[in-house]
Each structure stands twice: as structure tokens, then as C-alpha cells.
């Protein structure tokens, strides 16, 4: 089982809609969750991390988290053809605090306008 | 969000020679940086944890005479890849992470290196 799971997709949508986008991880003690996104041929950059159970808004992207399911998600509003990249998923696995983030193979979103 | 930086951002180098990439927190301070390497369509991996003022730690399958890693201060890092050949022609992605912001790895831009 990898330690953070993805749907490689691609996921599509169409232009306005809401993409949801689904991680699921294994380990419990994991402490803080972080959605990248990535563009074709350039480096990740963040979206929004989370830490506590429930969501987390930052304008169009909301973070929800479920420490009981070991599942957290990333939720687009009002899609857009700019939103367009892979999506990857990043658990901290804690510990000492000198681990890297463990990556999901990421999600690739289309969206159609 | 903080800002890594990357350079060069892209080289070209001939079969045999080394190339250096730095990478650089600008705005906070990194006593952990991170190296990936990325081939066209797949995921990121991790070939090396930088430590300032330690050893690097590398991933299984990276050799660690191949690829030099240097974290001389808290805002710098360096990946050496000597005697390059053809098969290390990449992209180049190093991270930095932040302790003052629950962890969060900010990455640099990339460097993609082609070897002929």
C-alpha cells in the first residue's frame, strides 16, 4: 500500500464547476496535510496546508481534513482552464521533523471550457 | 508564501563534466533543504535530504559520490552532479523546508539539465 494514495486521473470538468479532488494517506501519525499544484514542465507550488479536522478556505480552494478516515481532499470552486495542472498531495509524517514531505503521484485535472 | 530560488534555471553541459545547482531560501531560514529529480510525465523523487552543517542524507539508489550536496549556511544548498552522462538529464527540483510554518516544503523553480 503506498503511504499517500491519489487518483492519477485525468479528473474533468467542465469550466464553473467544483472539482474535488481525494487523497487518502496511511500513516496515523501524520501531522500536517499540503496540496501543491503542479503545471506541466514547471515546479510545485503550494495551494494551502491543513492541520486540524474540518475544512479550510482560501479563496477558491477549500481543504478538508479527516484524521479518523486518514483522508483529506481539495475542493476547487468555480473551475477554471488555468486550473488546469497535476495536483499533488503532501503528508508531514512527523517524527523528528526531519523527514520530507511524502508525495502522492499527484491528479490531473482538466478542465474543459 | 516564501520564496526558494533556483540557478541556473536551465544548462547544457557535455558528457563528463560537473554541474553545480544552487538552490536558496530568500526570506527565511532552512536548516533542511531537499533535492528531486523529475523525468518527463512522472512523479517526483527524492534523491536527497541537505542538512546545514551535516551530511546529507541520500535516498536508496542515489549515489551519493555522483551527486554531491553541500548546506554550507542556513539559506544555501548545492547539488553537484559530477561526471555527468546523457542519463542525467533531468529536471532538477530542489525544496526548503520551514519550520516557522508547519513544515511546509517551498520549492525552488527547477533546474533542467541536459547532457549531450
Known amino acids: 500500500q503506498k503511504e499517500v494514495e491519489q487518483n492519477s486521473g485525468p479528473l474533468s470538468v467542465p469550466e464553473g464547476a467544483i472539482a474535488s479532488l481525494n487523497c487518502t494517506y496511511s500513516d496515523r501519525g501524520s501531522q500536517s496535510f499540503f496540496w501543491y499544484r503542479q503545471y506541466s514542465g514547471k515546479s510545485p507550488e503550494l495551494i494551502m496546508f491543513i492541520y486540524s479536522n474540518g475544512d479550510k478556505e482560501d479563496g477558491r480552494f477549500t481543504a478538508q481534513l479527516n484524521k479518523a478516515s486518514q483522508y483529506v481532499s481539495l475542493l476547487i470552486r468555480d473551475s477554471q482552464p488555468s486550473d488546469s495542472a497535476t495536483y499533488l498531495c503532501?503528508?508531514?509524517?512527523?517524527?523528528?521533523?526531519?523527514?520530507?514531505?511524502?508525495f502522492g503521484s499527484g491528479t490531473r485535472l482538466q478542465v474543459q471550457p | 508564501g516564501a520564496v526558494v530560488s533556483q540557478h541556473p534555471s536551465w544548462v547544457i553541459c557535455k558528457s563528463g563534466t560537473s554541474v553545480k545547482i544552487e538552490c536558496r531560501s530568500l526570506d527565511f531560514q532552512a536548516t533542511t533543504m531537499f533535492w528531486y529529480r523529475q523525468f518527463p510525465k512522472q512523479s517526483l523523487m527524492l534523491m536527497a535530504t541537505?542538512?546545514?552543517?551535516?551530511?546529507?542524507?541520500?535516498e536508496q539508489g542515489v549515489e551519493k559520490d555522483k551527486f554531491l550536496i553541500n548546506h554550507a549556511s542556513l539559506t544555501l544548498s548545492t547539488l553537484t552532479v559530477t561526471s555527468a552522462h546523457p542519463e542525467d538529464s533531468s529536471f532538477y527540483i530542489c525544496?526548503?523546508?520551514?519550520?516557522?510554518?508547519?513544515?511546509?516544503?517551498?520549492f525552488g523553480p527547477g533546474t533542467r539539465l541536459t547532457v549531450l
Open positions: 541537505s542538512n546545514e552543517g551535516s551530511k546529507a542524507t541520500y
Open positions: 503532501a503528508v508531514n509524517p512527523g517524527g523528528t521533523g526531519r523527514r520530507a514531505l511524502t
Open positions: 525544496s526548503a523546508r520551514d519550520r516557522t510554518s508547519a513544515d511546509t516544503q517551498y
